[in-house]
């Protein structure tokens, strides 16, 4: 059985950074993409980031120059670096292996 757990959101300033966390157990494919998406209030989780297992990296493009993926495939890690955060980005950040496999949330909370 697979389980994804996340950590790290929090309430942060705008401009300031957080690191999220995913971490997995049980079985999971090696073909299978790493990725992040959230769930902004009063809209449908929409997708963030991905990792594939060769290392290849996409965004949103409200969040390129700002996120960055990375992940451990031998350790089922999983991270994601945002910096220069805004108040739009306020939401549940959700880990996906393979849009199989999901997370509970973590939640991201940028205000002043």
């Known amino acids: 059985q697979v389980q994804i757990v996340e950590s790290g959101g929090g309430l942060v300033q705008p401009g300031g950074s957080l690191r999220l966390s995913c971490a997995a157990s049980?079985?999971?494919?090696?073909?299978?993409?790493m990725g992040w998406y959230r769930r902004i209030p009063g809209k449908q989780r929409e997708f963030v980031a991905s990792?594939?297992?060769?290392?290849?990296?996409s965004y949103e493009d409200s969040v390129k120059g700002r996120f960055t993926i990375s992940g451990d495939n031998g350790k089922k890690m999983g991270y994601l670096q945002m910096n220069n955060l805004k108040p739009d980005d306020t939401g549940v950040y959700y880990c996906?292996?393979?849009?199989?496999?999901w997370g509970q949330g973590t939640q991201v909370t940028v205000s002043s």
């Open positions: 049980g079985i999971i494919p090696s073909f299978y993409f």
């Open positions: 996906t292996y393979g849009n199989r496999h």
């Open positions: 990792l594939t297992p060769t290392g290849i990296a």
